[in-house]
């Protein structure tokens, strides 16, 4: 089945370490992009890429670092840096056309203790 | 500033009853449109998008929404809500140029169905 894979759907660190969080899509899709959903405040964009080894900034890069090594896949470091990281992460891919719907991972639910 | 408002942060209906979850958009270019649902911890999925070939666009689960451009809105309506319905909607806008490929949410409306 094609579609989009995040791991792990559960996730808790410690205040101060790093953390990556896995997204791969086996949907040829050139286009790939995290999002940070937070209750009442819907989606908003932390990085994009529209092609392999290209990335931009979405809205609230700051504390995320991201790779895009693979067409398949695009993970999202979370660091030290990001003052509020406890959120609920999600992963979508595309085709480039600008009326290509964007396909959603499950999501993965980071807890900072 | 591309942006996109919903109208209504919750909205509650009975079951049978008419759904309409409100989305209004901001653009000064011809935008593409999507409805997307999202139930409790899971990831969105698309209900119907309008890409320009007709103004009204029919989705999944008897859910459909019409491009007004006079108004720039994009309503969504279901004619007789169902339990399963009660889920968070989200209403996103695409543009090309330099946003190519990028959504822009709004912040979405929790819809609750009553017996």
């Known amino acids: 089945d094609g579609g989009i894979t995040q791991s792990p759907k559960y996730l808790f660190r410690k205040e101060g370490q790093n953390v990556t969080l896995s997204c791969e899509q086996n949907l040829n899709h050139d286009a790939m992009y995290w999002y940070r959903q937070d209750p009442g405040q819907g989606l908003r964009l932390i990085y994009y890429s529209q092609i392999v080894n290209d990335f931009q900034k979405g809205d609230i890069a700051e504390g995320y670092s991201v790779s895009r090594e693979k067409k398949e896949s695009f993970p999202l470091t979370v660091t030290s840096a990001q003052k509020n990281p406890t959120a609920f992460y999600l992963c979508a891919s595309s085709g480039r056309l600008v009326y290509n719907e964007q396909f959603f991972g499950p999501g993965t639910r980071l807890t900072v203790l | 500033a591309q942006s996109v408002t919903q109208l209504g942060s919750h909205v509650s209906v009975s079951e049978g009853a008419l759904v309409l979850l409100r989305c209004n958009y901001s653009s000064s270019v011809p935008p593409y449109l999507f409805w997307y649902v999202q139930y409790p911890n899971q990831g969105l999925q698309l209900l119907l998008k309008?890409?320009?070939?007709?103004?009204l666009v029919k989705g999944i689960n008897g859910f459909e929404a019409e491009f007004k451009k006079s108004e720039t809105s994009f309503h969504l309506t279901k004619p007789s809500a169902h339990m399963s319905d009660a889920a968070e909607y989200f209403c996103a806008v695409s543009y090309g140029g330099s946003t190519l490929g990028r959504l822009y949410f709004g912040r979405g409306t929790q819809l609750t169905v009553w017996p």
């Open positions: 309008y890409t320009s070939a007709a103004t």
